[in-house]
Nanobody
Framework: QVQLVESGGGLVQPGGSLNLSCAASGIMSGVYAMGWYRQVPGEQRELVARMRVNHGGSTNYADSVKGRFTISRDNAKKTVYLHMNSLKPEDTAVYYC?????????????WGQGTQVTVSS
């Protein structure tokens, strides 16, 4: 089992910045990727940014956030971050932390409880 707890959401003006954190606990040895997704009511959850735990920590981003958002991690703290700059109203959503885990037989996706990000003047 892997537990994920997000923090750092809130209200920010357009053009502002916000940093999200995702603290992980539990059996982390099988986690091979972690990322951030977001969801607006009535729409599907979409990938924002994702990072491989191994393979050099390769990352991928949604086109809509490239150049504005950065995903990073602190292995010692078992924490993944999402640094968000130049925020736009369309970035408003609930942001979820995600961890992909494999024990060699089964793959499991874990989710945090989500944190609200609102971009508004």
């Amino acid at each position: 089992q892997v537990q994920l707890v997000e923090s750092g959401g809130g209200l920010v003006q357009p053009g502002g910045s916000l940093n999200l954190s995702c603290a992980a606990s539990g059996i982390m040895s099988g986690v091979y990727a972690m990322g951030w997704y977001r969801q607006v009511p009535g729409e599907q959850r979409e990938l924002v940014a994702r990072m491989r735990v191994n393979h050099g920590g390769s990352t991928n981003y949604a086109d809509s956030v490239k150049g504005r958002f950065t995903i990073s991690r602190d292995n010692a703290k078992k924490t993944v971050y999402l640094h968000m700059n130049s925020l736009k109203p369309e970035d408003t959503a609930v942001y979820y932390c995600n961890a992909d885990h494999s024990d060699g037989l089964q793959q499991t996706t874990y989710w945090g409880q989500g944190t609200q990000v609102t971009v508004s003047s």
